[in-house]
Every structure is written in C-alpha cells, then in structure tokens.
C-alpha cells in the first residue's frame, strides 16, 4: 500500500500565478478529479505535471490548463487533446513551501 500523500516540486511557469517554479505542494493519490481542481498526471517521458482540470469526458478523460494567462507558457489539453484519467496521481491539497524569489 502506498502513503496517501506525496509532494512534488513545480518546475516550470505553466500554473503561473497560483503557483512559481520551486513551490513545493502537498498531495493526495486519488483516481477522481473535479472540474477546477489542480491535480497531478504522470505524462510518459515527461514525469509528474501539474495541470488544472477544465474539463471531465464522460468517460473521465480530462481536459488540463496550465493557470499562466500566456498559453504559450503551458503545455497541456491545447497541445495533448484529452487526457486518460489513469494518468491521474492525486490532486493538490497546498503548498508548503514557496520557491526562493528570482534576484535581478
């Protein structure tokens, strides 16, 4: 059995303002997502991304946005079409730590 909660480090500028590069979130495995939740997907080749969920198929793909207002900074759903619900990890409780502020 693995443990509930899981973190993971943001790496890019996708989720741009919620959340920087350097956040650290805290996270809880599920197989369920609602529409407006940040959740965490495993992509192949890629590793774990975090996305909010814009949309829920019927069949429970997903449709992920990156919150960055330049959807040139997010590649996600705009780039990728609908994404399997079994490449669900868990959604996003909180941050826990910021990232350290950019100098210069």
Same mark, same amino acid.
């Given at each position: 059995?693995?443990?509930?909660?899981?973190?993971?480090?943001?790496?890019?500028?996708?989720?741009?303002?919620?959340?920087?590069?350097?956040?650290?979130?805290?996270?809880?495995? %599920?197989?369920?997502?609602?529409? =407006?939740? &940040?959740?965490?997907?495993?992509?192949? !080749?890629?590793? +774990?991304?975090?996305? *909010?969920?814009?949309?829920?198929?019927?069949?429970?793909?997903?449709?992920?946005?990156?919150?960055?207002?330049?959807?040139?900074?997010? %590649?996600?759903?705009?780039?990728? =079409?609908? &994404?399997?619900?079994?490449?669900?990890? !868990?959604?996003? +409780?909180?941050?826990? *730590?910021?990232?350290?502020?950019?100098?210069?």
């Amino acid at each position: 059995m693995s443990w509930p909660l899981f973190a993971v480090e943001v790496a890019g500028r996708s989720m741009h303002p919620t959340y920087a590069p350097g956040d650290w979130l805290l996270c809880r495995r %599920t197989r369920r997502a609602a529409v =407006g939740a &940040v959740i965490v997907i495993e992509r192949a !080749g890629v590793g +774990l991304v975090v996305k *909010r969920v814009s949309q829920v198929g019927p069949d429970g793909a997903l449709w992920l946005l990156g919150d960055s207002a330049d959807p040139a900074a997010s %590649t996600d759903s705009r780039t990728w =079409g609908w &994404v399997s619900g079994d490449d669900l990890r !868990g959604r996003v +409780l909180l941050r826990y *730590r910021r990232g350290a502020p950019r100098r210069g």
